[in-house]
Nanobody
């Protein structure tokens, strides 16, 4: 069992920045980690993912503004969010899928989420 705990959410104005963190109780070999978000009244959507081999993927809506990264020594996943827009307002969740050769979109372990609010 892997526990994931997010932090770093908050309220910022348009154009501001936030860095989300997700501490995993353990990384499991070759794994995929990702960030998702869910805005009120909308379905959850993928934001970014990163594999142990450092390959990354981003949703078109965040490309050039968000950066996903990991610190394996700290078992921590990050999401640096710059140039934030009101449309980025959502609950952000981190997720982990252990023992995979590549990120395929499926995740077994999920965090509880952290709220990000961007005001105009």
């Amino acid at each position: 069992q892997v526990q994931l705990v997010e932090s770093g959410g908050g309220s910022v104005q348009t154009g501001g920045s936030l860095r989300l963190s997700c501490v995993a109780s353990a990384f499991r070999g070759r794994n995929c980690m990702g960030w998702f978000r869910q805005a009120p009244g909308k379905e959850r959507e993928g934001v970014a993912s990163i594999h142990s081999d450092r390959s990354t993927s981003y949703a078109d809506s965040v490309k050039g503004r968000f950066t996903i990264s990991t610190d394996n020594a700290k078992n921590t996943l990050y999401l640096q969010m710059n140039s934030l827009k009101p449309t980025d307002t959502a609950i952000y969740y981190c997720a982990l899928e252990p023992w995979v050769q590549y990120c395929s979109g499926g995740f077994t372990y999920w965090g509880q989420g952290t709220q990000v609010t961007v005001s105009s």
